[in-house]
C-alpha cells in the first residue's frame, strides 16, 4: 500500500511513511480502554489532527506564494470570545478543486476509506450541509461535536485536538518511531495529507461497529471545526 502513497517519491518519503505508521498505531493505542477503542472519539481524533494540520500547513506557507489567497482568511469572533478562521482558501485545504489535488485532500480520501467500508458513492453527505453545522454551534453547547446525536465522541473537538496534537507532531517529527536522526521530519504541507490517510485507515478499520455513513461525517465535521481554531489555544507557546 506504501506505493501507493502520494508522497512515495518526495524527497521526505521515509519520513512520511514512519510518521503514518506512527500516527496509525499510536493513536489507537492513547485511546484504547480496556482493550477497546471508542470508535466516534478515534475518528473525531484523526479529524481533529486533520482540519488542523492543514490550517498549519495553510499559514506555513509564505505571504507571497499564498498571493490572493491570504487575503481572503477572515477572523470572526464568536459571544464567548472564541476566535475562528473563515475563507475559501482554508476550505480548499480540506477538500480538492481539481482532479490532481482528490489524492491529496481529507475529502476525497476520506470518501475513499467510506466507499471502501461499503458506502455507496451517492450516499457520500453533502459538504455544505457538515459547513453549515459547524459554522452554526460556534459558540453554544455543541461546538466541537457532529451533527450526529446518536454518534457522539466522548470529549469536543478541541479537547481532542489539545490532547492528541502533540502526539501528531511527535509523528510529524519523527520522534516515535526513534528514525528523526535518519528520516528528519515531514514537511507541513505533507502532514495533512498523511493525517487524510490515517482517517481513511480508521473509517475502514471500525466498519464492523460504526457505519461508513456516519464515520466520515464525524472525521469531516471534526477537521472543518479544528481547521478554524485559533492556534494559539491549541499551540501553547
Not at 148 to 169: K, M, T, Y
Not at 211 to 224: F, L, R
Request: one cysteine or more.
Amino acid at each position: 500500500m506504501a506505493s501507493d502513497f502520494p508522497w512515495k517519491d518526495a524527497p521526505d518519503v521515509i519520513a512520511c511513511n514512519l510518521a503514518f505508521g506512527d500516527l496509525v498505531n499510536d493513536l489507537p493505542r492513547r485511546l484504547t480502554v480496556e482493550g477497546r477503542v471508542h470508535a466516534e472519539t478515534l475518528l473525531a481524533s484523526i479529524g481533529a489532527v486533520a482540519g488542523f494540520a492543514a490550517q498549519r500547513a495553510f499559514f506555513a506557507e509564505p505571504v507571497e506564494s499564498q498571493g490572493h489567497a491570504a487575503r481572503e482568511i477572515q477572523i470572526a469572533t464568536s459571544a464567548s470570545g472564541g476566535k475562528y478562521f473563515f475563507g475559501e482558501p482554508l476550505n480548499r485545504m480540506l477538500f480538492p478543486m481539481t482532479e490532481a489535488e482528490a489524492g491529496l485532500r481529507l475529502w476525497s480520501v476520506a470518501a475513499g476509506g467510506a466507499i471502501a467500508a461499503g458506502l455507496n458513492a451517492s450516499e457520500l453527505p453533502k459538504l455544505e450541509n457538515m459547513f453549515k453545522h459547524v459554522s452554526q454551534t460556534l459558540g453554544g453547547e455543541l461546538e466541537g461535536f457532529p451533527s450526529l446525536s446518536e454518534h457522539r465522541p466522548q470529549a469536543p473537538a478541541r479537547e481532542l485536538l489539545q490532547q492528541f496534537w502533540p502526539l501528531a507532531v511527535m509523528c510529524f517529527n519523527g520522534e516515535l518511531s526513534g528514525a528523526v536522526a535518519k528520516s528528519g521530519a515531514v514537511r507541513q504541507r505533507r502532514r495533512p495529507i498523511i493525517a487524510a490517510y490515517a482517517a481513511n485507515t480508521f473509517i475502514r478499520k471500525v466498519q464492523s461497529v460504526l457505519g461508513p455513513a456516519a464515520a466520515i461525517v464525524i472525521v469531516m465535521e471534526t477537521a472543518i471545526y479544528t481547521s478554524k481554531l485559533d492556534p494559539a489555544v491549541i499551540e501553547k507557546p
